[in-house]
Structure formats: C-alpha cells, structure tokens
T-cell receptor, first 113, second 112 residues
C-alpha cells in the first residue's frame, strides 16, 4: 500500500534554482494539497486541487506553482528558490468531503542556501 | 478565511496521567469537521480523532476524547492514561467546504 508518495525526501537548493517536488497517490482521491511546515507556524496551505485540471491557492501561494493533469499526481514547482522557502513540505490527499481523513506523504525537507 | 489557534506551544505530562490540549477556531461556516492529528518524531501525520460540527456528542477514540463547544468555537483534546508513545506534536485542523487549515501545533512530552 503506497498511499501518498513524495520525492525527494531531502533537497538542498541554491538561491535562484528551480525544482519540482513530486507527489503521487494511488487511492483515487479527488482532493490533493500541499502544505509547508515551519516551527511555531504549524502546517500552512500552499495550493490545493479538487480534481484533475482544477487548482486553487491556499494561504501562502507566492513563489509556488502547481498543476493537476492526472488524478494521481500533483507536483509543486519552485521557480526561483529563496531562503524563505526553507521548510518541510507535505503533500496530502483525500476524498472530497468535509468528513474525510487527509492522508499525508512523509514530507520533503528543503533547504535553500 | 478560517483560522485555527493552538495557544499552548509545549506541554508535558507524567505517564499514566491525563492532559488536555486546547484549540479554538474562527469560521462563519455551519457545516464543517474538526480533526486532531499527531506527528511523532518520524514526521508522519496520523489521524487521532474527528468531530462533525452538527453532532453534539463528543467524539471518543479509546484514550482520546474531545470537548467540542460549538458556540465557543472550542475543540480540545483530552488524552487519558498518557503513554510514552503519545510524545509528539499535535495539530488541530478545521475542514470546511474548500480546504483544511491547521493550527500551529502543541508539542507534548510524556515523562516516565
């Protein structure tokens, strides 16, 4: 049972570099989202998607892009990394509906130097 | 936009005792769910308990129970008979019609 798979688990970037954090789920969930976790700030929503072809912004979308071409995949792109984007990133998926549990990936620890 | 507030950054409890973690939220929605998630040092996010806003009865899962006060917009988590394995970050979360929002978390340490 793979669940939600995030790659890579760790990454170091130089300021200005770009990269894509990958997220894939095999539970046929319609809803997927990206969060960043910073000390003292909890998990903050970056972007989310309610289905293929549909994305929307969360609390902290600046500096990040997403797309949802398939139900399974929801990549997060950093176009020009900044030190302020140093964080742990989590991808989550769930069925649509307020009562449904969100399933999380193992997280990606990103450091921008 | 919904906001979730956890006012206790850190707490500790002796093994076998009871501890309560606080959470308040702000929303204009009537239909929503509330969740508590646990994050141990492994970084994995684990669902502890969930509560529907329309249910007055407080949810219970084994040693974990909630005190849901809808009018006060309060959703606290009580852990009974605390165990060393309960040591973790605990996040309160609000799920409305569009997305799920989390609080800043409470770091709980269970002492032997």
């Amino acid at each position: 049972n793979a669940g939600v798979t995030q790659t890579p688990k760790f990454q170091v970037l130089k300021t200005g570099q770009s990269m894509t954090l990958q997220c894939a789920q095999d539970m046929n969930h319609e809803y997927m989202s990206w969060y960043r976790q910073d000390p003292g700030m909890g998990l903050r929503l970056i972007h989310y998607s309610v289905g293929a072809g549909i994305t929307d912004q969360g609390e902290v979308p600046n500096g990040y892009n997403v797309s949802r071409s398939t139900t399974e995949d929801f990549p997060l792109r950093l176009l020009s990394a900044a030190p302020s984007q140093t964080s742990v990133y989590f991808c989550a998926s769930s069925r649509t509906g307020r009562n449904t549990e969100a399933f999380f990936g193992q997280g990606t620890r990103l450091t921008v130097v | 936009a919904q906001t979730v507030t956890q006012s206790q950054p850190e707490m500790s409890v002796q093994e076998a005792e009871t501890v309560t973690l606080s959470c308040t939220y702000d929303t204009s929605e009537n239909n929503y769910y509330l969740f508590w998630y646990k994050q141990p040092p492994s970084r994995q996010m684990i669902l502890v308990i969930r509560q529907e806003a329309y249910k007055q009865q407080n949810a219970t899962e084994n040693r974990f129970s909630v005190n849901f006060q809808k009018a006060a917009k309060s959703f606290s988590l009580k852990i009974s008979d605390s165990q060393l394995g309960d040591t973790a970050m605990y996040f309160c979360a609000f799920r409305g019609p569009r997305d799920m929002r989390f609080g800043a978390g409470t770091r709980l340490t269970v002492k032997p």
